[in-house]
């Protein structure tokens, strides 16, 4: 089969295409004909090795030289094609979803994948854009759930993959949003159902005297003094930064992180430093909420197969808004 391989850290440049040994499904695991993957924060940050903590932390993932897993990506939609002995719950033909998790392997023409960590494609996605959904879809549903009807939310990069998802997901919960973006991205965030919408280039966010029940950061561009300043006295920052790349960095936008968890444990406000598991529960929340309408991927690019390392470079430049896909 084809897939986006890689050997070592590098640029996109390091991504090639080539003929792989087809998966075959294990016992507890679906083998899906890939349709479409998404790309995300979390394939470039792997593919250069950046920030080199992750080296020194991951070691099951990440070698000294480049990432212990070849293939690259994670969010995937497609059709089931076989099933391991031990699986009744999914059948050759099915159309579903799934996030990889640190495995990888979704850009690809097909990967196995356990049969916990795939739903239902939602019936009405495309495979593009159910592609778009998992990963960014459940980091947002994940950093949102201290949100509640009435509550004030800010969410920091709210053009983004995340971000896009992020807004939606928080006026599905009742909440009133603030969404901030840059200028040319006002115009998507406003169509998601953003309140209110701030633009970067034009007002710091941070010296508004605005107060928000919950603060959502997925940029990483101000430090945790600031960002706690627009919080409720009962209010809830939540951290989830994926940065762009700016060179090779020792921590990237773990040094925020790694300085939220330090002082979470010493100030009054509540500091959640998002970690996302993948499995069927956030897949199957988030299917419900894109089949009753409260929730549509924002889709800005495909890309072929061939072209994956163009769509990661357009992502990890900036220029990127809402989701990048991959088509297979």
Same mark, same amino acid.
């Given at each position: 089969?084809?897939?986006?391989?890689?050997?070592?850290?590098?640029?996109?440049?390091?991504?090639?295409?080539?003929?792989?040994?087809?998966?075959?499904?294990?016992?507890?695991?679906?083998?899906?004909?890939?349709?479409?993957?998404?790309?995300?924060a979390?394939?470039?940050?792997?593919?250069?090795?950046?920030?080199?903590?992750?080296?020194?932390?991951s070691?099951?993932?990440?070698?000294?030289?480049?990432?212990?897993?070849?293939?690259?990506?994670?969010?995937?939609?497609?059709?089931?094609?076989?099933?391991?002995?031990?699986?009744?719950q999914?059948?050759?033909?099915?159309?579903?979803?799934?996030?990889?998790?640190?495995?990888?392997?979704?850009?690809?023409e097909?990967?196995?994948v356990?049969?916990?960590?795939?739903?239902?494609?939602?019936?009405?996605?495309?495979?593009? $854009?159910? &592609?778009?959904?998992?990963? *960014?879809?459940? %980091? /947002?549903?994940? =950093?949102? +759930?201290?949100?509640?009807a009435?509550?004030?939310?800010?969410i920091?990069?709210?053009?983004?993959?995340?971000?896009?998802?992020?807004? $939606?997901? &928080?006026?599905?919960?009742? *909440?009133?949003v %603030? /969404?901030?973006? =840059?200028? +040319?991205?006002?115009?998507?965030?406003?169509?998601?159902?953003?309140?209110?919408?701030?633009?970067?280039?034009?007002?710091?966010?941070?010296?508004?005297?605005?107060?928000?029940?919950?603060?959502?950061?997925?940029?990483?561009?101000?430090?945790?003094?600031?960002?706690?300043?627009m919080?409720?006295?009962?209010?809830?920052?939540?951290?989830?930064?994926?940065?762009?790349?700016?060179?090779?960095?020792?921590?990237?936008?773990?040094?925020l992180?790694?300085?939220?968890?330090?002082m979470?444990?010493f100030?009054?406000?509540?500091?959640?430093?998002?970690?996302?598991?993948?499995?069927?529960?956030?897949?199957?929340?988030?299917?419900?909420?894109?089949?009753?309408?409260?929730?549509?991927?924002?889709?800005?690019?495909?890309?072929?197969?061939?072209?994956?390392?163009?769509?990661?470079?357009?992502?990890?430049?900036?220029?990127?808004?809402?989701?990048?896909?991959?088509?297979?």
């Open positions: 089969m084809k897939a986006i391989v890689q050997d070592r850290y590098g640029s996109p440049d390091v991504l090639k295409l080539m003929d792989v040994p087809k998966p075959t499904a294990a016992d507890n695991e679906v083998l899906v004909r890939v349709h479409a993957a998404a790309v995300n979390y394939d470039w940050h792997v593919m250069r090795g950046d920030p080199y903590l992750m080296r020194v932390m070691p099951a993932w990440f070698g000294l030289t480049g990432p212990k897993r070849r293939i690259r990506g994670r969010d995937f939609a497609g059709r089931v094609e076989a099933v391991g002995k031990a699986v009744t999914w059948r050759p033909g099915d159309e579903v979803y799934g996030d990889l998790g640190d495995a990888n392997g979704a850009f690809a097909h990967v196995s356990p049969a916990g960590l795939v739903d239902l494609k939602p019936a009405n996605l495309t495979f593009e $854009q159910a &592609a778009a959904v998992p990963l *960014a879809g459940g %980091t /947002a549903l994940a =950093g949102l +759930r201290e949100v509640q009435g509550h004030h939310v800010l920091n990069g709210a053009s983004g993959g995340v971000g896009t998802f992020a807004v $939606q997901i &928080a006026k599905s919960l009742g *909440a009133d %603030t /969404a901030v973006c =840059g200028k +040319r991205n006002i115009d998507l965030v406003e169509s998601l159902g953003a309140d209110h919408v701030i633009d970067y280039t034009q007002e710091d966010v941070t010296s508004a005297g605005r107060h928000y029940d919950v603060v959502f950061d997925l940029v990483g561009n101000h430090s945790l003094a600031r960002l706690r300043g919080l409720e006295p009962t209010g809830t920052l939540v951290l989830s930064g994926g940065g762009v790349s700016r060179g090779g960095s020792m921590f990237g936008p773990m040094g992180i790694i300085r939220g968890k330090i979470s444990r100030v009054r406000h509540r500091m959640v430093v998002l970690t996302v598991t993948p499995g069927k529960e956030p897949l199957t929340a988030l299917r419900r909420l894109i089949e009753a309408g409260e929730v549509t991927p924002a889709i800005d690019r495909t890309y072929p197969l061939h072209r994956t390392p163009d769509a990661i470079r357009y992502l990890e430049e900036e220029h990127a808004r809402a989701k990048v896909v991959i088509t297979v």
